[in-house]
């Protein structure tokens, strides 16, 4: 009997979401489940039954990312904590081999190391693809020390000018900027912004820049609707679900 019940971290894995899910899930009665004293536990048939659920309507979170305009676009990103952050750069930049384009990745409070081992975890051949170049990571702090906004900007119109000298038509890349980047001055992370979708515009790169919201206070409230308005669309990201939202011009 024990052989057919399944802990909520296996399950988690299974349908490659998060424990916190599968435990909303429970709660929720979307999910059925039998509790044993203060766990939880799934049927084989239980799991059996929402893989196919799965299989027929997709993983749910993966569609938003085809609402994203393959050629042009500068999308701001939502999420609530670092690990969420990482789910949702792997699933874009998954999207985007599927596709055949060549993957930037902008550090600003990310170590690049980080990065690479937290792509690996979640399915992303790091090692091979930078070999390749077919992947670039690059400390944008460092850039904007030393040249100001002009230093990450310039680099992101130089690679996505060497994915083109490589034969690639378009560049996909996720930057990950904090409130406090740019010098920890907010109008000068503004100023960034600007610059980097008017680069967007002329170039054949597809740009996520993922912030973390913890929570909202009136500031943080604010400033999400001051970087919402230099974005040509918005994603809110949360265990996997995720709703896209275009920044249509009045």
């Known amino acids: 009997m024990n052989e057919e019940l399944f802990t909520v971290e296996e399950v988690a894995e299974i349908l490659k979401t998060t424990p916190n899910t599968i435990y909303r899930w429970l709660r929720a009665g979307k999910l059925p489940g039998i509790k044993l004293g203060k766990e939880w536990r799934i049927k084989k048939e239980t799991l059996s039954s929402k893989l196919q659920e799965t299989n027929i309507t997709g993983i749910k979170g993966q569609s938003f990312l085809d609402s994203i305009d393959p050629q042009h676009d500068h999308v701001m990103a939502v999420t609530r904590d670092t690990n969420n952050l990482y789910n949702l750069e792997a699933e874009f930049f998954k999207k985007g081999l599927s596709r055949g384009y060549r993957l930037f990745k ?38 904007y020390n030393r040249l100001g906004k002009n230093g990450p900007v310039q680099t992101w119109v130089n690679e996505a000018k060497k994915s083109i000298e490589l034969g690639y038509k378009i560049m996909w890349g996720s930057g990950s900027p904090h409130l406090l980047s740019c010098g920890g001055h907010f109008p000068n992370l503004i100023e960034f912004e600007n610059s980097l979708n008017d680069i967007f ?46 920044n249509e011009p009045a």
């Open 106 to 143: 902008g550090c600003w409070w990310q170590n690049p190391d980080d990065v690479r081992q937290e792509l690996s975890i979640r399915g992303l051949p790091i090692e091979e693809l930078e070999a390749k170049n077919s992947l670039t990571i690059v400390d944008l702090t460092s850039q």
């Open 201 to 246: 515009k002329q170039l054949p790169v597809v740009g996520i820049c993922p912030y973390i919201f913890e929570e909202f206070t009136d500031d943080c409230f604010g400033q999400l609707i001051d970087l919402m308005n230099h974005h040509k669309s918005v994603i809110f990201y949360n265990d996997g679900s995720a709703i896209l939202l275009k």
